[in-house]
């Protein structure tokens, strides 16, 4: 068995600046080799490596076997279909991935600073439509060379890299993968139309909130929940029972139409409290087990359209102070 330093030293050492064109070709292994090593290590298969290469089964364990033979170790233990990682092909494997990934990144961040167009920032529909919409405007008039595209999600709160370049979502939990900048934790309360105060019944205190439909969101299933024991009021049965919406943009204009409660985050309601159009009956709130936050995958955080997003929401969360709306 060959040790981890013996194996280290067969590896090539960093190039140096004097280092001739020959010594470095000498000195690296076939990139095709350390493709294929890479590919059958991460998949544990040489058949799934040559479908993710687009190449021959065989092609891909020729690949290895002379990545082998420069290297003067084996890297995999083969029987029959199955293969595993020798010592050495386990010491290899994350060194390679990792240098892939990098170089993955690096390039990937070189094309989208390239690429002209615009940049696709994922929100959830109501912030969209009652907060972020009216103030894209001053993003424009101070970044016009970034044009920003909504992807708009009525009933997901998690961010997709797939679907956009950026996001602003509410997060209960972190993932590893993604980078992300706290705009404020935000606070459940009930919201209503004005004539609803003094309706029949009136609302005078939180437990006659429970005399009332209460208008609930499938992404916030316990919100009423948890603000109806914030104010000591419990959750049971079925005074819960309410319409269901898949957004709180649908629950608020319910709401405005005088028909019942829903609940809110101040972002949402901003406006709308500010205009007369709804009311916020009492001073009570529920902290939230998440909140809100601009994210972006890990390894474009640094690029410049994405951070001048970043840099204009972590202003304007400044500038609020104790106003914050996402709080």
Same mark, same amino acid.
């Given at each position: 068995? $060959?040790?981890?330093?013996?194996?280290? +030293?067969?590896?090539?050492?960093?190039?140096?600046?004097?280092?001739?064109?020959?010594?470095?070709?000498? !000195?690296?292994?076939?990139?095709?080799?350390l493709k294929a090593f890479e590919a059958a290590a991460r998949h544990m298969s040489f058949r799934a490596a040559a479908d993710e290469l687009n190449v021959t089964h065989s092609a891909v364990s020729h690949q290895v076997k002379s990545l082998e033979e420069?290297? *003067?170790?084996?890297? =995999?233990?083969?029987?029959?279909?199955? $293969?595993?990682?020798?010592?050495?092909? !386990? &010491?290899?494997?994350?060194? &390679?991935?990792d240098a892939f990934d990098n170089i993955s990144a690096?390039? *990937?961040?070189?094309?989208?600073?390239? $690429?002209?167009?615009?940049?696709?920032?994922?929100?959830?529909?109501?912030?969209?439509?009652?907060?972020?919409l009216p103030?894209?405007?001053? =993003?424009? #008039?101070?970044?016009?060379?970034?044009?920003i595209a909504l992807s708009t999600s009525?009933?997901?709160?998690? =961010?997709?890299?797939? /679907?956009? *370049?950026?996001?602003?979502? =509410?997060?209960?939990?972190?993932h590893a993968e993604l980078h992300y900048t706290h705009l404020g934790r935000a606070k459940w309360f009930p919201v209503c139309a004005p004539g609803l105060l003094e309706g029949d019944p009136p609302l005078k205190s939180p437990a006659d909130v429970l005399r009332h439909r209460l208008f609930q969101v499938y992404p916030a299933r316990n919100a009423w929940s948890d603000?109806?024991?914030?104010?000591?009021?419990?959750?049971?049965?079925? /005074?819960?029972?309410?319409?269901?919406?898949?957004?709180?943009?649908?629950?608020?204009?319910? +709401?405005?139409?005088?028909?019942?409660?829903?609940? +809110?985050?101040?972002?949402f309601v901003e406006q709308d409290l500010r205009d007369g159009r709804l009311v916020a009956p009492f001073k009570q709130t529920a902290e939230t087990s998440g909140g809100w936050y601009f994210v972006c995958s890990?390894? !474009? !955080?640094? /690029?410049?359209?994405?951070?001048?997003?970043?840099?204009?929401?972590? #202003?304007? $969360?400044?500038?609020?102070g104790k106003d914050n709306p996402f709080d």
């Open positions: 068995m $060959v040790s981890e330093s013996k194996l280290k +030293a067969r590896l090539p050492e960093p190039l140096s600046a004097t280092n001739s064109d020959t010594d470095r070709r000498r !000195r690296m292994p076939p990139l095709s080799a420069f290297l *003067d170790v084996a890297l =995999f233990l083969r029987g029959g279909r199955a $293969v595993k990682l020798t010592e050495e092909g !386990r &010491l290899l494997f994350p060194v &390679l991935r690096g390039t *990937d961040l070189l094309r989208r600073r390239r $690429v002209s167009g615009s940049l696709t920032l994922q929100v959830y529909v109501t912030l969209a439509v009652k907060w972020l103030r894209l405007h001053d =993003f424009a #008039n101070r970044n016009p060379e970034i044009q009525y009933t997901g709160w998690e =961010f997709s890299r797939e /679907e956009g *370049d950026a996001g602003i979502i =509410f997060a209960r939990q972190r603000w109806l024991g914030e104010v000591g009021q419990g959750s049971t049965g079925p /005074e819960l029972a309410g319409p269901y919406f898949d957004n709180y943009l649908l629950a608020l204009e319910a +709401a405005a139409s005088g028909e019942g409660l829903s609940l +809110a985050t101040r972002v890990k390894e !474009r !955080r640094h /690029e410049p359209r994405i951070a001048k997003v970043r840099e204009w929401l972590s #202003n304007l $969360v400044k500038e609020a």
